[in-house]
Each structure stands twice: as structure tokens, then as C-alpha cells.
């Protein structure tokens, strides 16, 4: 079982940037691919990066590829999504996911979510 546990939410404006961290316990990090999902009201949760467990590949939907970076500290049992130019419509929950399958972008460990809101 893994435990995460992410941290770095919060309410800015369109074309700031945030840092979301997420902090993994539990069974070997450094041994799952990391991922971060995100889930607006209304809206089923999608995803939107993913890292393999050596951080030697990352992945991205089209809708934050070139404003949002994954990456990982296998030492510090932690991941990273710089989200950079933010949107009003990036306005969502996001969820830390472990175990990520890269051939599907589905996992089944989350952390608890981290509210992020971007204001117009």
C-alpha cells in the first residue's frame, strides 16, 4: 500500500504559477510511475501527467503540454507539478496518483486531492 499526500494548492490568477508536491509513504516509490490527475466539478477526473519510476520519460495531456512539468525525487519520496501560465479552466481538484499504468494513464492509489483555483 502507498500513502500520498499532496500539498501546494491554492487560489491564484490566470497566467501565475503553482508548485503542487506529493509525498509518497508506504511501499517503494522509486519503483511505481507517478502521476497527476486532476477533477473539475462536474467533470470526470482526467489526466494530465505522468512519470516513469527512473523519471527518464514523462507524459502529458494535450491540454497542459508546455505549461506544466512532472518531476520526481526518488530520494525525497516525491513528486512535482510545476504548472506554469495557468487558466481559469485548469480550476480543479488534483489528485497525486502512484502506480500509474503509462499504457493506459489509470492508477489505483490516490492521495487525497489538492484544490487548485485560477481566477480570470
Known amino acids: 500500500q502507498v500513502h500520498l499526500v499532496e500539498s501546494g494548492g491554492g487560489l491564484v490568477q490566470a497566467g501565475d504559477s503553482l508548485r503542487l508536491s506529493c509525498t509518497a509513504s508506504?511501499?517503494?516509490?522509486?519503483?511505481?510511475?507517478m502521476g497527476w490527475f486532476r477533477q473539475a466539478p462536474g467533470k470526470e477526473r482526467e489526466f494530465v501527467g505522468a512519470?516513469?519510476?527512473?523519471?527518464?520519460?514523462?507524459y502529458y495531456a494535450d491540454s497542459v503540454k508546455g505549461r506544466f512539468t512532472i518531476s520526481r525525487d526518488n530520494a525525497k519520496n516525491t513528486v512535482y507539478l510545476q504548472m506554469n501560465s495557468l487558466k481559469p479552466e485548469d480550476t480543479a481538484v488534483y489528485y497525486c496518483a502512484a502506480g500509474v499504468n503509462i499504457a493506459t494513464f489509470t492508477s489505483g492509489y490516490w492521495g487525497q486531492g489538492t484544490q487548485v483555483t485560477v481566477s480570470s
Open positions: 512519470i516513469t519510476w527512473s523519471g527518464g520519460n514523462t
Open positions: 508506504g511501499r517503494t516509490f522509486s519503483s511505481y510511475a
